[in-house]
């Protein structure tokens, strides 16, 4: 009998301990409960992630409770949430995070929230909103964090460059002249018929004409004589070479009786039989037979045994004798005349005061001359207003203007660069850029990313890979550039004296440069560091004061004697 009490007893305690799991509310969260990873919160390239981890002591979640957990971080004036997590006790009904009355558990909160410069000075904090029974109430907020460090979001898209305007400018124009003087069979002087040929006429003249010029200079001329392969090989030998001297002979009397002393050098070559010049004219021809005649050629490598095997279709070789072979005896002469342009300082002033005197090769070649962008902006312009249908002085304008921070403008002439020539791979980038520098992410990896073969390319696909925060893929786009952006990315992946010897490279720094450098001071313990280029920051951009007071990133420094 008193064993039955006592199992009595038993069940009733059960029973009210279990009722006692399910009456009860759930308890105030503590701070200490949870841990943040990491702390203070940390930007990946335009967005805040963190991990918080927690762990709901024994005795403390009641089985038939669900909370629902939302992250918050808050600052002054504002606040962002992120995605809600639940955690529910043993015989809820839910999908959460199962915590055992008797033992308690861990519960893990994802967060991530996109960056805002406000965030720099905040609290995270967890919202728990409470459902048992049917009934809801709310818990207290908890803090479990605090701060973003936002080194990740200071990429510098006004140092990338963008894709010039291409000029097909050059200095030096080589020009050349030909005439020809055919020679009779087995014959090597030259008749008067020959030299009073036109062709033989223009190429004087034009000797002449180059010699006069002030802008022109005659480079050389050679002449290369020929035989027609009929006959021996030592006698058309001897025969070219014939021609070759009494040709060259002719050229310099005819230069000595012009007056041209100047005219580089007089070379001159033979060819006992010209082959090749037989292949070309046969395959030209309507000779019956070209085909059989071109077999021969391929199938015998000698010249004595071409010219027979050819001779034993006595037929076609009439024609060749008519129609081929006369043309294979002459001497070819070849004059090259350097035509020179305006040197540099002739299309500097020319192109600020009378553009249009200039082609617009010149214009786009004078640009590149420039080293101040807005002189380089008015020489774009002034091209698409006497160029207005050649894409390049759009793109040029559009570059510049985006050099110069102007990215309504430059939006605007790359827009008719683009009507102009839809595929050009350089307007594309560029519009990237401008995308990029509006912030336009999206837009801009299609533009940048579809620009494949612009050299400016990898360094702007560099920053796009730092706003995804792919550190490791930013640096090896970044490899070897020496700019804010690469250095930015090296720090990321905490290769500080990579980071402070491509900030010392970099030519023309600007304040970003210096607030970089007094990063890499602070992450690296250099108190002189983080001063010395906060003060050089501070000088070129003085909003960087108060951007620097409040960067946790020099939490640890007094920053008052800024």
């Keep these: 009998m008193i064993m039955k009490k006592t199992l009595v007893y038993v069940s009733l305690g059960a029973v009210v301990l279990a009722m006692g799991s399910c009456s009860k509310k759930v308890g105030d969260f503590a701070s200490e409960y949870f841990t943040t990873n990491p702390t203070p919160l940390e930007t990946v390239g335009e967005t805040v992630p963190a991990t918080i981890s927690g762990t709901v002591p024994a005795k403390f979640m009641p089985k038939n409770a669900v909370v629902t957990v939302t992250p918050v971080l808050a600052w002054d004036g504002g606040e962002a949430s992120s995605s809600q997590v639940t955690f529910q006790g043993e015989n809820a009904r839910a999908n959460g995070q199962v915590i055992s009355y008797a033992n308690g558990g861990p519960v893990t909160i994802p967060f991530n929230v996109k960056y805002q410069p406000e965030m720099a000075n905040s609290d995270l904090y967890l919202d728990f909103k409470v459902n048992q029974g049917g009934k809801d109430y709310e818990l207290p907020r908890v803090k479990v964090g605090y701060g973003v460090v936002a080194t990740s979001t200071l990429t510098d898209v006004a140092v990338l460059e963008p894709a010039p305007a291409t000029s097909n400018f050059e200095r030096i124009i080589k020009e050349q002249y030909s005439a020809e003087i055919k020679f009779l069979i087995n014959q090597a002087n030259i008749r008067a018929n020959q030299v009073d040929a036109a062709d033989y006429i223009d190429l004087n003249k034009e000797l002449m004409a180059a010699n006069d010029a002030p802008n022109k200079e005659i480079a050389g001329v050679n002449v290369h004589s020929y035989a027609s392969p009929d006959g021996t090989m030592e006698f058309?030998?001897?025969?070219?070479?014939?021609?070759e001297v009494n040709t060259v002979d002719y050229m310099r009397n005819q230069l000595k009786k012009d007056k041209i002393t100047e005219f580089g050098e007089l070379t001159s070559e033979f060819t006992p039989e010209d082959w090749e010049g037989f292949q070309q004219l046969v395959e030209k021809s309507n000779i019956q037979d070209k085909n059989l005649i071109l077999s021969v050629l391929k199938m015998y490598k000698d010249p004595e045994q071409r010219e027979q095997e050819i001779r034993n279709m006595s037929a076609v070789f009439n024609e060749l004798a008519e129609q081929i072979l006369p043309q294979l005896r002459y001497s070819k002469i070849v004059a090259t005349v350097n035509v020179i342009g305006k040197s540099d300082e002739e299309l500097l002033t020319l192109v600020e005061s009378t553009p249009n005197q200039l082609n617009i090769e010149e214009i786009l070649y004078a640009a590149t001359l420039v080293n101040d962008d807005a002189r380089k902006a008015a020489i774009y312009a002034a091209a698409t207003q006497l160029f207005p249908n050649d894409f390049r002085a759009w793109n040029g304008l559009g570059a510049t203007q985006f050099s110069l921070g102007n990215y309504d403008?430059?939006?605007?002439?790359?827009?008719?660069?683009?009507?102009?020539?839809?595929?050009?791979?350089?307007?594309e980038f560029n519009q990237?850029?401008?995308?990029?520098?509006?912030?336009?992410?999206?837009q801009a990896k299609d533009l940048i990313g579809g620009a494949a073969g612009v050299p400016e390319a990898a360094a702007a696909l560099g920053v796009l890979y730092l706003n995804e925060g792919q550190v490791s893929n930013a640096v090896s786009n970044l490899s070897g550039v020496k700019d804010n952006?690469?250095?930015?990315?090296?720090?990321l992946s905490k290769d500080y004296s990579a980071a402070k010897n491509t900030l010392a490279a970099i030519q023309n720094p600007n304040a970003n440069t210096y607030y970089l450098a007094a990063i890499v001071g602070a992450r690296t313990n250099n108190e002189n560091m983080v001063l010395t280029n906060l003060r050089e920051a501070i000088k070129l951009d003085n909003s960087l004061l108060a951007k620097a007071q409040k960067d946790l990133e020099f939490a640890s420094y007094n920053l008052a004697g800024l």
């Design 236 to 243: 058309n030998t001897q025969l070219a070479e014939k021609r």
């Design 409 to 427: 403008a430059a939006s605007k002439a790359l827009a008719q660069a683009k009507k102009l020539a839809p595929n050009d791979k350089s307007v």
């Design 432 to 442: 990237g850029l401008i995308a990029l520098a509006n912030n336009n992410l999206s």
């Design 485 to 491: 952006n690469a250095a930015l990315a090296q720090i």
